[in-house]
């Protein structure tokens, strides 16, 4: 917390809550909600975090808390760390990490993807963190311990009306409006998406 304040404190539009990302209250207090632009579209970043959730804390409904509370047209970027591809590496890692303040849960595919569950995904879906829109020069027949997608709130993206007063933080929707997020607006969202919830 004290590090992020440091390296924000001159940045007028990023802001810093403590918060426990498995209330959703928490995260959206008002000095998120009244700080970020809820009219426009949101970028909701959840790099790295959810395989420190337990399932008994329901992962997917507390996203989809996250979920309801986003303005139409908003994206959601997940990453999450798993042993399908290296069961032997990460068993290790879960391991060494049982007994620490975060213990780590590891998912397969078929239990990061429900996490998604009311979003649209943004191709080419869930996949290899390196498999995501990968670079052009690089390597994409990779797999790395790490699922990663880009999802958009199944609502329509809105014809943007500029505010009357500007907001300190809103994503801009470049395109026309009408039609859902692709990956255009997901490349948008994830280069120069809002500071909303980073661990
Ligand atoms: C691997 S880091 C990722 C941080 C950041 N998202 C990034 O990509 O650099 C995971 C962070 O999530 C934090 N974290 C774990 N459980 C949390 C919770 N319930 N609420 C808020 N943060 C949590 C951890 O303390 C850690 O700082």
């Known amino acids: 917390m004290a590090h992020?304040?440091?390296?924000?404190?001159?940045?007028?539009?990023a802001t810093v809550v403590a918060a426990d990302l498995c209330k959703p209250e928490t995260v959206l207090s008002p000095a998120v909600t009244e700080f970020l632009d809820f009219t426009?579209?949101?970028g909701l970043l959840m790099v790295a975090v959810f395989h420190f959730v337990p399932d008994e804390r329901h992962p997917a409904d507390i996203i989809a808390r996250y979920r309801d509370a986003l303005p139409p047209g908003?994206?959601?970027a997940l990453s999450h760390l798993t042993a399908d591809h290296k069961p032997t590496e990460m068993a290790g890692v879960v391991e060494a990490m049982k007994n620490s303040r975060d213990?780590?849960?590891f998912r397969p595919y078929d239990a990061?993807?429900?996490l998604f569950e009311g979003?649209?995904?943004v191709e080419p879906g869930l996949v290899s963190a390196p498999q995501w829109h990968p670079d052009p020069d690089a390597?994409?027949?990779t797999t790395e311990g790490v699922y990663a997608a880009s999802a958009s709130s199944a609502k329509p993206t809105p014809t943007y009306q500029p505010s009357p007063t500007p907001p300190r933080c809103s994503f801009r929707p470049s395109s026309e409006p009408e039609h859902l997020p692709g990956r255009t607006e997901a490349r948008q969202v994830l280069d120069g998406a809002e500071w909303f919830l980073r661990g």
């Open 119 to 121: 979003f649209d995904l």
């Open 103 to 105: 213990p780590m849960y």
């Open 74 to 76: 908003s994206l959601l």
């Open 40 to 42: 426009q579209p949101i």
């Open 112 to 114: 990061v993807l429900p």
């Open 4 to 13: 992020g304040k440091l390296i924000l404190q001159n940045n007028d539009n």
């Open 139 to 141: 390597p994409t027949d």
